[in-house]
């Protein structure tokens, strides 16, 4: 059985042919192929090279591409080439499975939903979070859209197939599936063997080192990472008279803004922007120089920077959204949006080096639940119960 994968991600091309830094073949779309013999993986294409993308192509997994659009009026200019391509590319005797809540997602279970046919989903993140005032940049239309997507998600969840959630409990409470018996769990990340250390670390002589360094994985494309609070919390545990640097690995399009934000606030000789890294060993390379993982999300499902951070025995220090709190103490949790928290915890953090030891312990351990097996074996339920649906 052929299964289509529709996702809101960007990708670009590496040598002509579909890319992606994150979603490449050996990464993602084989996955499928343990249950499903074809897989098309539908996304939004941008007609330029990235030589450090690697293709999404390969042995049964094509790619069927979307106009390359931002924001809501590059999808307003696109709408009716989108629908016009999903609607010719529909198979009814196809699997399907949507990423939401995201844009052409929502779209594809509009048109299953008309032509009655079944989908499923796979529910990722809080639209409520997601589209909040905070989250779009004071956005005008950032109410409605709040409120539109929250309403049309729990719509999709009642009337898919199945529902595999990234969370245990948050988002299941918030969107609920028409029954319990057809919900799954299980986050999308692969922590493979490699992704762990061997032991947690020892911070016994960390109150002796002159810079302590905190590092925050997340892109650019919006503000949904907190990354401008995280630089004014740096700022200020600095004018504390603390000695930290950061390190922001990723990219997006605000990228030069929170440059420009860390040079105004005047640390800009202390924070460092690494660009687009590759997942694997040279993420980790620099997780592993670092000293604490800072992830202030203003919308979260269940973070995979913050588990890969904690595969290597990162304390961390994150926002009680989505699933989150699921990973992290109470103790290691902020609001979002609060700064003086954040700044309080970082600090907090600084000062003790056995806390800081037993985090890592604590967060290592915590990680080994999330290894690629375990998740591996709830994933295939969950596409083996989807496929028997569309079978029927």
């Known amino acids: 059985m052929k299964v289509y994968v529709i996702r809101d991600s960007v990708f670009t091309l590496s040598d002509g042919k579909p890319s992606s830094n994150l979603l490449y073949y050996k990464a993602f779309p084989v996955r499928y192929l343990s249950t499903f013999d074809h897989v098309v993986m539908v996304a939004r294409l941008f007609e330029k090279e990235d030589p450090t993308a690697k293709p999404v192509i390969g042995s049964s997994v094509e790619f069927l591409p979307l106009p390359g659009y931002h924001g809501p009026i590059g999808f307003i200019k696109n709408f009716f080439k989108i629908c016009s391509i999903i609607w010719k590319s529909i198979d009814p005797k196809a699997a399907y499975i949507l990423r939401v809540p995201t844009t052409v997602p929502s779209l594809y279970s509009i048109i299953l939903y008309l032509r009655k046919i079944p989908f499923a989903l796979e529910m990722a993140a809080d639209p409520y979070d997601g589209y909040s005032r ?17 309403k049309l998600v729990r719509w999709q969840c009642k009337k898919a197939a199945a529902v595999a959630y990234v969370t245990r409990e948050a988002l299941q409470r918030r969107y609920p599936a028409k029954q319990k018996s057809v919900e799954f769990s299980f986050t999308s990340i692969d922590l493979i063997e490699e992704a762990y250390v061997s032991r947690p670390r020892d911070y016994e002589e960390f109150s002796l080192k002159k810079e302590v360094k905190l590092v925050i994985t997340g892109n650019m494309q919006k503000t949904l990472k907190g990354h401008d609070v995280l630089l004014q919390a740096v700022s200020d545990v600095r004018k504390l008279g603390y000695n930290v640097t950061l390190t922001i690995i990723g990219y997006g399009e605000n990228t030069n803004v929170f440059k420009n ?132």
Not at 142 to 150: H, I, K, L, M, R
Not at 323 to 346: F, K, R, Y
Not at 352 to 362: A, C, G, T, V
Request: charged fraction near 25%; aromatic fraction near 10%.
């Open 261 to 392: 934000m860390a040079v105004e606030l005047g640390i800009g000789p202390y924070v460092e922007f690494t660009g687009k890294v590759q997942n694997g060993a040279p993420l980790r390379e620099i997780l592993d120089k670092s000293d604490i993982f800072v992830l202030p999300s203003r919308q979260e499902g269940l973070p995979r920077a913050l588990l890969e951070a904690m595969a290597r025995g990162l304390p961390a220090i994150a926002t009680r959204v989505g699933g989150t709190p699921e990973l992290l103490a109470e103790h290691a949790l902020i609001d979002p949006d609060n700064i003086e928290q954040l700044v309080n915890s970082i600090v907090h953090f600084i000062n003790d080096s056995n806390f800081l030891s037993s985090e890592s312990q604590r967060n290592l351990d915590l990680a080994k639940n999330y290894r690629a097996d375990i998740v591996k074996q709830q994933r295939d339920k969950f596409f083996l119960y989807v496929k028997e649906q569309t079978s029927k």
């Open 134 to 150: 905070q989250a779009l940049d004071n956005h005008p239309l950032s109410p409605f859209f709040q409120w539109f997507f929250t």
